[in-house]
Every structure is written in structure tokens, then in C-alpha cells.
């Protein structure tokens, strides 16, 4: 993999999407070619391409493909604009889907060339984001922390794979360790789909950076033991009041940082502020099939019958948030503080 992995671009030779396939990590590493507003919708919703920056980059790019395959098939503008719209719904809670949809949409009278130039541009700022918000997530957290290296536990995957680049959660922890001030992760295994163990796992392999992996349900032990000084996530969506949605289990590594007194941080780019959002209570939480609970790669592990409660998210209340690191500063929701436009 290298230091860095490119999850999701526009390939100029295939005049489509080129996507890492996450499904397959970390047992194969494979690219698909993504030519049709269809195949990109399903590579949304089948995880293949996953994590809110890289959705980010998957809408709006997906502008682009709707209007490249209304050209080849003459479409209208009505079919053209329902093509993106079903890339804009594609997955319905993380709000970097339809930003990017929404970044991009404006310049399509602009033509095409306009429409994948603001798209790339997207992706360009995106990793940008991840570096500024890591340098100031890492002061933030240095100058709390007296340890000379920190121990940090993260939940699911905000890495370079969730990302145009960088990395948000793992953004921080890489930048820690550059500086020689991260002695381990803990690593959530993050069930149903292992994007912990499957995927931070492999970056941070890949990275040099010590960890361990733990089941889910180990978390709150871990944290109320004192065997971590922060825990480190990502985000789907951030509402106006602070309240924080990602992967489900987060809001319990957040309710055992608040009983430990340890800081609690959630590291994401702007774009996955939405002020448009008062609070967490009306984000629409996606519901994923039950089949993913009740097996495991394929294979049953319930009994016949068994059905699957299966919510992909949760929220996180304002007031378990010790912080919010965006690529613009520092917000302190469990101190009252607001994000602002």
C-alpha cells in the first residue's frame, strides 16, 4: 500500500471512476471500473467505497458519470437529473454524499469538463482538510495530555480508505506518531463488517504504527482500566448543536470516555458539518440488512430464522464531546460551545 492509498479518482484512460474495493480488504487489494451511474450506486451501498469524505468524492463524481452516460444514451435533462439524484440517495445518513453531489450539480450548464475539474478539486481539498485538521486535533491534544506518548483507541475506519487522502481519526494518529508521541492504538474490531480489524488495522499495519485489535464489547473496559488516554473518531454527519453521528458503537466508547474523564474527539472535515441539522434526533438513520448481523463472511452464525437488528449508525449527544477538530479550528460542544458558520 505504501504510505498512501487512493481510494476513489477519476481514471482519464477508462473516462470513468477507478475505486479501491474495500469489501475485499485486506485479503485482496482490487480496483473496479466504474462506468455507470448504477455500478456507482451499488459500490455505495455495498460498502465497496465507504467513509464520508470518500462519499464525499463518489457524489460528485457521480455527477459526472450521470452526464457522460446521458450523452452516450441520449438522455434528457429530467433522465440525467434523476441519474444523480440516485447517486445524491444512494445512502441516506452520511451528509458527504449529497454535498458532493450538491458542490458539483450547479456546474453542470458549465459542461462536463467544469462538472470533473470541481470534483477533483473536491478531492484535493478533502486531503488537504485531513493534514490541517490532524496538526491541529495533535496541539489540541498534546498540550491536555501529560504523557510523553499517547495510547488512543478508534472505532471503525477514518483513514486514507474512508478518505481522499490522509485519513481523519487516523489522520490524528498518524500525525502523533510522526511526531513520536503515539505509543499504540486500540483498534475496534467494529462489527458487523470488521472495518476496524479489516480495515484501520491494515493502514495502520501498513503505517508502522503499533496497535492491538479488540472486540466491540471490549471498549468501555478498555477505556474505565485507564488503558487509553483518548479515543479518536470520525464522522458521518455533525448536527449544528454538536451531536455527533458515525459507525454504531460509538456512542458507548464516548459514554466510557465521559465516566473515565478522558477526552473524547471526533476528527472530520467541514463538509461533514451540517448546520442545515439542528440536532442528532432528526438524522435519518440507515438501516442495514439484517443478513450482515446474523453471518459472518458468508456464513450463518445464528440459527435459522434469526433476524438481524442491523443500524449502521448511532449519535453521539453534544454533551459527551469533548471535542470537534475540523480543518477550521477546535470546537468544544461538552464545554457549550456551537459550531458556527
Same mark, same amino acid.
Given at each position: 500500500? @505504501?504510505?498512501?492509498?487512493?481510494? /476513489?479518482? =477519476? *481514471? *482519464?484512460?477508462? *473516462?470513468?471512476?477507478?475505486?479501491?474495493?474495500? &469489501?475485499?480488504? %485486506?485479503?485482496?487489494?482490487?480496483? &473496479?471500473? /466504474?462506468t455507470t451511474v448504477a455500478a456507482l450506486v451499488e459500490a455505495i451501498r455495498t460498502l465497496a467505497v465507504r467513509g464520508a469524505p470518500a462519499l464525499g468524492v463518489a457524489g460528485a463524481l457521480g455527477v459526472v458519470l450521470a452526464m457522460d452516460e446521458g450523452d452516450r444514451n441520449g438522455w434528457g435533462e429530467e433522465e440525467v437529473a434523476v441519474a444523480v439524484d440516485s447517486v445524491r440517495a444512494a445512502r441516506p445518513t452520511a451528509v458527504n454524499l449529497a454535498w458532493g453531489v450538491d458542490e458539483v450539480r450547479g456546474r453542470m450548464a458549465q459542461g462536463r469538463d467544469a462538472v470533473l475539474a470541481a470534483a477533483r478539486q473536491i478531492a484535493s481539498e478533502d486531503a488537504r482538510a485531513n493534514r490541517e485538521l490532524s496538526r491541529l486535533a495533535a496541539d489540541w491534544l498534546l498540550a491536555?495530555? *501529560?504523557?510523553? &506518548?499517547?495510547?488512543? #483507541?478508534?472505532?471503525?475506519?477514518? @483513514? +486514507?480508505? $474512508?478518505?481522499?487522502? =490522509?485519513?481523519?481519526?487516523?489522520?490524528?494518529?498518524?500525525? #502523533?506518531?510522526?511526531?513520536?508521541r503515539l505509543e499504540l492504538v486500540v483498534v475496534d474490531e467494529t462489527r458487523p463488517l470488521l472495518q476496524g480489524s479489516r480495515l484501520t488495522a491494515y493502514e495502520l499495519d501498513h503505517l508502522g504504527i503499533p496497535y492491538l485489535i479488540e472486540v466491540d464489547g471490549a471498549a468501555s473496559s478498555t477505556i474505565l482500566r485507564g488503558l487509553v488516554d483518548v479515543a479518536v473518531v470520525g464522522s458521518d454527519r455533525i448536527a449544528a448543536n454538536g451531536d455527533v453521528c458515525n459507525k454504531i458503537g460509538t456512542v458507548?466508547?464516548?459514554?466510557?470516555?465521559?465516566? $473515565?474523564?478522558? %477526552?473524547f474527539v471526533v476528527a472530520a472535515p467541514w463538509s461533514t458539518v451540517d448546520l442545515d441539522t439542528a440536532d442528532g434526533d432528526v438524522i435519518d438513520i440507515e438501516q442495514r440488512p439484517g443478513a450482515?448481523?446474523?453471518?459472518? +463472511?458468508?456464513?450463518?452464525? $445464528?440459527?435459522?430464522?434469526?433476524?438481524? #437488528?442491523? %443500524?449502521?449508525?448511532?449519535?453521539?449527544?453534544? &454533551?459527551?464531546?469533548?471535542?470537534i477538530v475540523t480543518e477550521r479550528g477546535v470546537v468544544e460542544p461538552a464545554r457549550g460551545a456551537r459550531l458556527d458558520r
Open positions: 500500500m @505504501g504510505d498512501e492509498v487512493v481510494t /476513489i479518482a =477519476w *481514471d *482519464d484512460g477508462l *473516462d470513468g471512476v477507478r475505486l479501491l474495493d474495500q &469489501r475485499l480488504l %485486506p485479503g485482496r487489494t482490487e480496483h &473496479r471500473e /466504474i491536555r495530555l *501529560d504523557r510523553p &506518548r499517547l495510547r488512543a #483507541l478508534t472505532h471503525c475506519n477514518a @483513514g +486514507a480508505l $474512508a478518505t481522499s487522502g =490522509w485519513g481523519t481519526a487516523v489522520g490524528v494518529l498518524r500525525e #502523533l506518531h510522526e511526531r513520536d458507548g466508547v464516548a459514554l466510557a470516555c465521559d465516566a $473515565a474523564g478522558i %477526552p450482515e448481523v446474523v453471518e459472518l +463472511a458468508g456464513v450463518r452464525t $445464528a440459527p435459522p430464522g434469526a433476524r438481524g #437488528l442491523n %443500524p449502521a449508525f448511532d449519535v453521539t449527544p453534544a &454533551r459527551l464531546v469533548t471535542a
